[in-house]
């Protein structure tokens, strides 16, 4: 058996199966952390979730420590009672363990009755007829039955590896009979998948780019303006004087024409200038992100505009075109997102709806046309156009005739008038034009922005209520000791053995392939598809059992099955790397190698209190890895001596 002070070797798989996504931490859920001057109440609660969440040791530290400091009460004895015994056998229970269990309704001063003291006196006989195999089992199995929820779900869950002989085959056929029953129950299928998301990031946006009008460009359009106003004050002061109405009328209709051309001019540069935009959000950017230089949360996010792109292609396009198509669109949403986010403490998966979302929007409006909807809101209407020429030409008639008519009793003083009215007006003109083009720049884009805001605010709000009945860390748990228990069943039935005739049994849980994994925060990993290894020793040899699960739905496929004798075992071996992985490796003397990645640590999914041991800690514990070192082991180190030396274990106990 592997010592203590062994060093482990790295023995990868050549058909290692991997695969593994960006895991999600729930950073917001805290159900297994206890504040740092928890009062005993509080350590058993979160002992009591721990529990809950198939972390036996854990729970066994926790709920010890609020039991030494004086905490005491029958629903406290009970779960210390399934704490002491969860996850281990008889024979791995240390002595100090077994006499609390034996001492537990006294220390814990039991008392009264209610569910809970039922509870525990139900535990307490289990575990005597375990010890005595002439007990009668019909009255306590009666009892058992009339146990109260979820006194009596809860220690068929936990009372799995302690019981022995007949008693051990009644307790299972009611253990499997619930798994099978409740295998799927809660509207698992509907909502192991929300697990596996995080809760979402709101929406946010980058603000709109103020008006940009310079200093000298609004002084240029205030002198200008003031400079035409005195050269036509003078102008039309000359043909006053002189009385020359019918001038004084044509230069008053010119003024009009010019002050219209200038309004149709700066509709038609507006126009103009916001097509040309617009058509350079569609047109494919000169350098899109290098793949072999994206890194971090900007290479992230790169990847799921790819994604979603790459899925959402509309209906009357091909893939190539729409990505061609939308190239200019992704780089700006894509650059958008990164420069938003990126100094926010966020992940890419908290904005994983909102890249779903954007792109979904970009996919629609190119189904329905609307993507270019702008061409013709934006496109220069024919009397703009003519507005502009007409009233240049009327301008131009007006003046000139006003400007001849003065010339003839004030020629230098109208002709000075009409070259500074020419100068300032052309420069009032064009900054006009200017500062008017960037006020409906602006207010253009804050209505776009506040468009596109209320769609994601309620594409926001869609997926925190599709989110809000994500299933809790315990019942994930309770989820997977069912399906674990289905497999188990499925095993028996296919070697013809009954429960009592294993001596033993123990699994390995690997992340499938392909996966995505999530937990809570300081709570082991869950993962979307497993590979389950189920070893069970039997007075004959081990018989084991592969299958890949696929969570969500609670099926088992591609099994596999290898029968060995207990000397054919070569070596167990185990990789346990400083950084938090783990590996599993059973030889057979035949050169035949089972193995496992049972753990990949990463360290970018880590809190700011947690480190890479206690999450590996939380997600062994929870797969009862050692309870299955402790059987393997055993036999690798004692070969079918094993077995006897275990009963001798027994006995001594």
């Not at 500074?420 to 776009?448: H, K, M, P």
Request: proline share 4%.
């Amino acid at each position: 058996m592997t010592g203590p002070g062994t060093t482990t070797s790295n023995y990868a798989a050549d058909d290692s199966r991997v695969g593994m996504q960006a895991g999600v931490v729930h950073g917001d859920v805290t159900i297994y952390s206890a504040p740092p001057a928890a009062s005993p109440r509080e350590k058993f609660e979160i002992g009591a979730r721990l529990l809950d969440g198939s972390q036996p040791s854990k729970a066994r530290e926790v709920i010890g420590e609020a039991v030494m400091a004086g905490l005491t009460g029958n629903r406290v004895c009970f779960h210390w009672q399934l704490a002491l015994v969860s996850g281990r056998a008889w024979n791995e229970v240390p002595d100090a363990d077994a006499e609390a269990l034996r001492q537990a309704p006294s220390f814990c001063r039991l008392s009264g009755e209610d569910a809970w003291a039922d509870g525990v006196k139900t535990v307490l006989r289990l575990l005597d007829a375990a010890a005595r195999p002439d007990t009668n089992l019909r009255p306590l199995l009666k009892d058992f039955d009339n146990l109260a929820e979820p006194q009596r779900g809860m220690i068929l869950r936990h009372l799995e590896l302690f019981l022995e002989g007949p008693l051990k085959n009644e307790i299972w056929d009611r253990s499997l009979a619930e798994a099978r029953e409740e295998q799927m129950a809660d509207d698992r299928s509907e909502r192991v998948w929300k697990y596996f998301h995080p809760n979402p990031a709101g929406p946010r946006f980058l603000p709109v780019r103020p008006a940009a009008i310079p200093l000298a460009l609004r002084a240029q359009a205030v002198c200008g303006s003031v400079v035409l106003g005195g050269a036509a004050l003078n102008l039309g002061y000359l043909l006053l004087k002189d009385l020359q109405l019918l001038a004084l009328l044509v230069y008053a209709l010119g003024i009009g024409g010019g002050l219209w051309s200038v309004h149709a001019a700066a509709e038609w540069h507006y126009l103009t200038a916001r097509l040309h935009a617009k058509e350079g959000e569609l047109r494919r950017p000169r350098e899109l992100p290098s793949r072999a230089k994206r890194s971090g949360f900007a290479g992230k996010v790169d990847q799921r505009f790819d994604h979603y792109f790459a899925k959402y292609v509309p209906r009357n396009a091909s893939r190539p075109t729409w990505l061609d198509g939308t190239a200019g669109i992704r780089k700006r949403l894509r650059d958008e997102m990164v420069e938003v986010y990126r100094e926010q403490r966020t992940s890419v998966e908290q904005i994983a709806w909102l890249i779903r979302y954007r792109v979904s929007e970009v996919r629609r409006q190119w189904e329905d046309g609307s993507l270019w909807d702008y061409r013709r809101e934006l496109s220069v209407p024919l009397s703009t156009r003519a507005a502009t020429f007409l009233g240049l030409a009327v301008l131009a008639t007006g003046t000139l005739w006003a400007v001849a008519d003065a010339a003839q009793k004030a020629p230098s003083n109208a002709v000075a008038a009409l070259l500074l009215a020419f100068v300032s007006g052309v420069a009032a003109a064009r900054a006009r034009i200017q500062i008017t083009t960037e006020n409906r720049r602006y207010a253009a884009d804050v209505a776009e922005q506040r468009r596109v805001q209320e769609g994601c605010q309620a594409a926001f709000e869609r997926w925190k209520h599709k989110l809000a009945d994500k299933p809790t860390d315990p019942e994930m748990a309770i989820w997977l000791d069912r399906d674990r228990k289905v497999l188990l069943s499925d095993a028996l039935r296919h070697y013809g053995l009954a429960m009592s005739d294993v001596i033993a049994h123990a699994f390995i849980e690997a992340p499938g392939s392909p996966t995505r994994r999530a937990r809570v925060h300081k709570g082991p990993w869950r993962y979307t598809r497993y590979r389950l290894l189920l070893f069970l020793l039997t007075k004959d040899g081990v018989r084991q059992l592969g299958a890949d699960l696929d969570f969500e739905q609670g099926t088992f496929h591609d099994r596999a099955r290898t029968n060995y004798r207990y000397e054919a075992v070569a070596a167990v071996r185990v990789r346990q790397a400083d950084d938090g992985d783990h590996g599993f490796e059973l030889a057979l003397v035949n050169g035949e190698l089972v193995k496992a990645e049972i753990l990949a640590a990463a360290m970018e999914d880590l809190q700011a209190d947690e480190t890479l041991t206690t999450v590996s800690e939380a997600t062994l514990d929870a797969a009862g890895f050692g309870h299955t070192l402790h059987v393997m082991e055993g036999i690798a180190a004692e070969g079918k001596l094993w077995i006897e030396q275990e009963h001798r274990r027994r006995a001594d106990r």
